[in-house]
């Protein structure tokens, strides 16, 4: 068997790249009532600390063997571990306006305003991973130890299919709460981003179990959810 590989993406999610099929992946993901444990070390490794140096002491207690490209792996967890710690998104869910209470200046003055006014960028989103390989290379035990060990609260792991399921409700709820149409109106709706939205305020990182895409429609309402998280970072 082909040990776990990782790649990274452009986010805290995976990145769909347009594939379909059934092609397991583990990717970065949450909501309390959706969590699933099935890691047989899970128990015991919540905490805080490095995920490395936890990896190692499972080597050394005989809970797990040593490999070299799952220590490979950590290593690029533990990255993303250390860049979360400080991570915030509220910049990018509430971005400053900059265009509110600047006074009209003289010409001469405008280039030297307008670059002492130039908002700073803000720093961009730790990016994501996702972890590939065959049956039983320890693809599930690594999320779950990555996850663990992850100090920022707002943070959830999930199942792809629960995910999905917890996604279609939201659709359904924001639907059902729209005022009916009126006999021959014309009324288009988007829930998408909002429930995008939605998720990005309760969590900044999202950890998928088996995430796997065989359906066209849950494609296409993948590519609209990824666009609007990655822009709320």
């Excluded at 499972?58 to 490209?69: E, K, T």
């Excluded at 967890?77 to 860049?83: G, P, R, S, T």
């Excluded at 006074?103 to 720093?123: A, C, F, I, M, Y």
């Excluded at 895409?213 to 990655?230: G, Y």
Aim: aromatic share 8%; hydrophobic share 30%; with cysteine.
């Amino acid at each position: 068997e082909r040990p776990p590989t990782v790649k990274k993406t452009s986010l805290l999610t995976s990145s769909l790249s347009g594939k379909t099929g059934s092609s397991c992946w583990r990717t970065f993901c949450s909501s309390s009532s959706l969590r699933s444990s099935d890691s047989p070390l899970e128990a015991g490794i919540c905490g805080s600390g490095d995920v490395l140096g936890h990896f190692d002491r499972l080597v050394q207690r005989g809970s797990v063997r040593r490999d070299d490209q799952q220590i490979y792996v950590l290593q690029r967890l533990a990255q993303v571990q250390h860049q979360l710690k400080t991570y915030s998104q509220k910049i990018y869910l509430n971005p400053p306006n900059h265009s509110k209470g600047v006074s009209r200046q003289s010409q001469g003055d405008d280039v030297t305003s307008s670059r002492k006014e130039e908002p700073v960028p803000p720093l961009l989103p730790p990016k994501g991973l996702y972890i590939y390989g065959g049956v039983g290379t320890g693809k599930t035990m690594l999320m779950d130890l990555f996850y663990s060990h992850v100090e920022n609260g707002r943070k959830k792991r999930v199942h792809f299919n629960s995910f999905m399921l917890d996604v279609h409700k939201r659709i359904h709820r924001r639907k059902q709460s729209l005022p009916k149409r009126k006999l021959g109106k014309m009324f288009t709706y988007d829930p998408i981003s909002p429930v995008a939205m939605e998720i990005s305020k309760e969590i900044c990182l999202l950890c998928f179990d088996e995430f796997q895409v065989t359906d066209v429609a849950d494609a296409v309402i993948l590519k609209q959810l990824f666009e609007t998280l990655v822009k709320t970072g």
